[in-house]
């Protein structure tokens, strides 16, 4: 399909018009409140593998943070955290860290200032861990 340049004008305006409405709020954006960073969105791990899923986010200093996992089949045994991008998978620097469940909603308050993401360690030992995740920052 051929663009026109009066395709492109409206395509503006309507983005414009998002925009001034508050559609374009996310991580790293300036305002203040909740800001939904992952909206029941199916996840899935390799068996013994450790992976960030969702991220990452810029946040700054005393953002709390809150999620939910919700296990798809019932059989996933998991470590869950939100971990600073260049730390990896350290579970022992993370925020929020739940290890061996399957279905958990956890957060934390008072984070440092950095970029996040969402990890998860299947600790399933023959098939892939599969879930949902919701997951949002507060600042």
């Known amino acids: 399909m ?6 492109e004008l409206k395509r503006a ?22 800001h939904v960073l992952a ?3 199916s996840e899935e791990v390799l068996p013994g593998d450790c992976a960030p899923i969702e991220g ?10 809150d999620y939910t996992v919700t296990d798809l ?18 579970f022992a620097t993370g925020y929020g860290v739940q290890f061996d ?8 308050d008072s984070m440092a200032a950095g970029n996040y993401d969402f990890v998860v360690r299947c600790r399933n030992v023959f098939s892939s861990c599969l879930f949902s995740l919701s997951w949002s920052a507060s600042y």
């Open 101 to 108: 469940v399957a279905s958990i909603s956890s957060g934390d």
């Open 39 to 41: 909206s029941d969105i």
């Open 73 to 90: 089949d019932g059989t996933d045994d998991m470590d869950v955290a939100i971990i600073d991008d260049a730390d990896g998978c350290s």
């Open 2 to 7: 051929k663009k026109t340049r009066a395709m």
């Open 13 to 34: 305006l309507l983005c414009g018009l998002i925009f001034a409405a508050g559609g374009c709020h996310g991580a790293g954006s300036g305002g203040g409140g909740t």
């Open 56 to 65: 990452p986010y810029a946040v700054p200093d005393g953002t709390s943070m």
